[in-house]
T-cell receptor
Framework: AQSVTQLGSHVSVSEGALVLLRCNYS??????LFWYVQYPNQGLQLLLK??????LVKGINGFEAEFKKSETSFHLTKPSAHMSDAAEYFC????????????FGSGTQLTVLP | DSGVTQTPKHLITATGQRVTLRCSPR?????VYWYQQSLDQGLQFLIH???????AKGNILERFSAQQFPDLHSELNLSSLELGDSALYFC?????????????FGPGTRLTVT
């Protein structure tokens, strides 16, 4: 079964600092990986997706993620944090074959300090 | 705005009752997924429908059922409600024919069982 693990349930950074949110996956087949963001009292918004076309994936709001097969990782980064980035971030892996549902990590709450 | 709509936004009901949550997918999307988000279980997949047919089941209780109608909207029925069913319920839809079939989430229905 495919799964993802997010290291760090809470991450705090200062405004303007680098954001690094960690995600490791477990999959016996090439994975389809996603990052979603959830703002308070809202649904999940797709940040970016890994399509295997390129290992460095650019998403919305200045976020990007790098797929590293050797490390089974898909960490999310942003060079400079903004106050509006404060939210919960979820890494997810899609099932293979006919099982297309997403399996989510436990989430990382990002706090941005002024 | 993802284009996925869910009603109602909030629902408060008593134990033992039955409720119906409604989801309308994005225009043209044939797949609807239901997920439950709770503090103790995180985001969990419940069930997937594709063009009116059930495709996959996850951790869905026997007291819960779903269906997808010819106009592609979906309903999630929760019966004999228990306090532990209090959670956010999301539906997501995905486009058919794209390589990765990313999922777009609705704003969710917050269910409170008292």
């Amino acid at each position: 079964a495919q799964s993802v693990t997010q290291l760090g349930s809470h991450v705090s950074v200062s405004e303007g600092a680098l954001v690094l949110l960690r995600c490791n996956y477990s999959s016996s087949v090439p994975p389809y990986l996603f990052w979603y963001v959830q703002y308070p009292n809202q649904g999940l918004q797709l940040l970016l997706k890994y399509t295997s076309a390129a290992t460095l994936v650019k998403g919305i709001n200045g976020f990007e993620a790098e797929f590293k097969k050797s490390e089974t990782s898909f960490h999310l980064t942003k060079p400079s944090a903004h106050m509006s980035d404060a939210a919960e971030y979820f890494c997810a892996v899609r099932g293979s074959g006919s099982a297309r549902q997403l399996t989510f990590g436990s989430g990382t709450q990002l706090t941005v300090l002024p | 705005d993802s284009g996925v709509t869910q009603t109602p936004k909030h629902l408060i009901t008593a134990t033992g009752q039955r409720v119906t949550l409604r989801c309308s997918p994005r225009s043209g999307d044939l797949s609807v997924y239901w997920y439950q988000q709770s503090l103790d279980q995180g985001l969990q997949f419940l069930i997937h429908y594709y063009n009116g047919e059930e495709r996959a089941k996850g951790n869905i209780l026997e007291r819960f059922s779903a269906q997808q109608f010819p106009d592609l909207h979906s309903e999630l029925n929760l019966s004999s409600l228990e306090l532990g069913d209090s959670a956010l319920y999301f539906c997501a839809s995905s486009p058919r024919g794209t390589f990765i079939e990313e999922q777009y989430f609705g704003p969710g229905t917050r269910l409170t069982v008292t």
